[in-house]
């Protein structure tokens, strides 16, 4: 699996500000330091309802349904067994207690087409930090509910429940807690409700499949909190391999519902011709990295959300180091809409969500060294959607059109209106550059051979791509990034020529402290 970086490295640490009393309302294991509850800046709209799914799991059925095969903890390799030796569509009903596997690293339950796994009250299989894989195979839709899996050891970048990523799986109202590497890979088809998705390695999930894209995804009204417990972005720096849910190649997705907080790192990170998302009524909260990640993908809905005090870590040690980027908790990269990809909208939309006391808001950025082909492209052999073959976009070619601009994956069409942004510098405990929203891009350098040098690609996403703010509502001392780093304007300048953002939207500087 080749991983990716985005263009700045936002390293990793233990979670300093996974908040205290956030988490034992929830009832949720921290692994990180606690602090106090920051005072929040006041807010006149409601959030979502919290998933709070781990202090509250639902309850499996007390006695085995009709038809059901019994599996007995008191015996060792009882569910693998009499999955083996039953046929596809079985029901089997996990009796109340610790479920075990063969003690060989290897041993796994792989089930048949349209098995179906369902734990009674106090259910658990337990990997005992000796198995890799809880779930695998290729099997088409499978079900698993009321279970809890808990101390397996998967890989680096691989996964425990549904290791080998099989289509149309259903895992619902399970606990998938405490795994080396990703807690649970994904499918096409498949369906993540209400589940506790823990203090994983790596990942609450890994939406990855090796063999092709997955389409037809749903996460919805999941708890995804702590994950990246091996603080992978810091032991191998920059890798882009970690969150609380990762999304590679993924056509279509539903993420609604879901609780994402504490995890160390990035909330919720869609990473290499992602499309078709919608993202929303989501609580992303008290995550060290960004909320959400949007990086060279494609048209997504972004709505209705509640995104408060992310980025704390990240952000304040990137400011810390001297760095003039404008961290963000919403970060775009190269990403945007694009009408010849069949989706539910034909851009990036961003809207009706409240963010509150991060570090800093919404950022749009473009690497002008970053397409197909180039070797500062770190998602490694990858084209985009339009153009798929990456040998296309060689030095000869890729100057003239089409593939001047379908070589590239553009942050274009961005509409970011009707948000609430509420800064209290006082919450946020800084004195600069948490207050920053960012429209930039790099001066193109690298290759020797690429068409985008100098300042083309600052110039078209600034002015030139229908990237929009407007109709929004700021709270506290906000300041805009434009072109380049250098460029800081004030809310005045920000609306005014050339650059006419934020039309219909008012500021107001002092009513965030």
């Not at 001392?477 to 300048?493: A, I």
Request: glycine share 10%; with cysteine; aromatic share 8%.
């Amino acid at each position: 699996m080749g991983f990716k970086r985005r263009h700045r490295t936002a390293v990793a640490a233990p979670a300093l500000v996974l908040l205290a009393l956030v988490l034992s309302a929830a009832g949720c294991d921290s692994t990180s330091s606690a602090g106090a509850e920051p005072k929040a800046a006041p807010s006149t709209s409601a959030a979502p309802p919290v998933a709070r799914v781990c202090a509250e799991p639902g309850a499996g059925p007390a006695k085995a349904p009709a038809g059901a095969v019994t599996v007995d903890p008191a015996v060792v390799g009882d569910l693998a067994a009499k999955t083996r030796n039953s046929p596809p569509n079985t029901t089997f009903w996990l009796r109340p207690g610790r479920h075990r596997l063969a003690p060989d690293r290897y041993a796994q339950v792989i089930p048949k087409e349209g098995d179906r796994y369902i734990g009674a009250p106090g259910a658990v299989l337990d990997g005992r930090k000796k198995n890799q894989y809880a779930f695998g195979g290729s099997a088409r839709d499978v079900t698993i509910r009321y279970l809890t899996v808990q101390r397996f050891v998967a890989p680096l970048d691989e996964g425990v429940v549904n290791h080998d990523s099989a289509d149309g799986w259903v895992i619902e109202h399970s606990t998938i807690q405490h795994n080396s590497g990703a807690g649970l890979m994904a499918g096409a088809r498949q369906r993540v409700r209400a589940n506790c998705l823990r203090g994983n390695g790596q990942y609450g999930m890994n939406a990855y499949k090796a063999d092709g894209r997955i389409r037809g995804l749903v996460v919805e009204g999941n708890e995804i909190v702590g994950n990246d417990t091996g603080d992978w972005e810091r032991r191998r720096k920059g890798c882009g391999c970690t969150g609380g849910i990762k999304f590679w190649a993924v056509d279509g997705a539903d993420v609604r519902g879901n609780w994402v907080h504490g995890n160390h790192g990035t909330g919720l990170w869609a990473d290499t011709n992602n499309n078709d998302f919608l993202i929303e009524d989501n609580v992303v909260e008290a995550n060290d990295g960004a909320a959400l990640i949007y990086e060279i993908s494609y048209n997504a809905v972004i709505r209705n959300n509640t995104i408060r005090r992310n980025n704390w870590v990240e952000g304040r040690r990137a400011a810390e180091g001297g760095d003039s980027f404008p961290f963000a908790t919403v970060y775009v990269s190269e990403s945007g809409g694009e009408p010849r990809i069949r989706a539910r909208t034909d851009r990036i939309e961003i809207y009706r969500n409240v963010l509150e006391n991060n570090w800093s808001g919404i950022t749009l950025w473009e690497n002008a060294d970053r397409f197909c082909n180039s070797p500062a492209n770190t998602s490694s052999g990858q084209c985009t959607l339009l153009v798929r073959d990456t040998g296309r976009c060689t030095g000869s070619a890729i100057a003239k059109a089409p593939l001047y601009a379908d070589c590239r994956w553009k942050t274009q069409r961005v509409d970011i209106h009707d948000n609430r942004f509420v800064l209290d510098e006082s919450v946020v405990k800084c004195t600069e550059k948490c207050d920053r929203m960012g429209l930039l891009a790099n001066y193109g350098t690298y290759p020797d051979w690429s068409p985008y040098k100098g300042e083309r690609v600052a110039d078209a996403i600034t002015t030139g791509q229908h990237n929009r703010w407007h109709d929004n509502v700021y709270i506290g001392p906000w300041k805009f990034v434009v072109q380049d780093t250098s460029r800081v304007l004030d809310f005045l300048e920000w609306q005014g020529t050339p650059y006419r953002q934020d039309a219909g939207s008012t500021l107001d500087p002092l009513a965030g402290g």
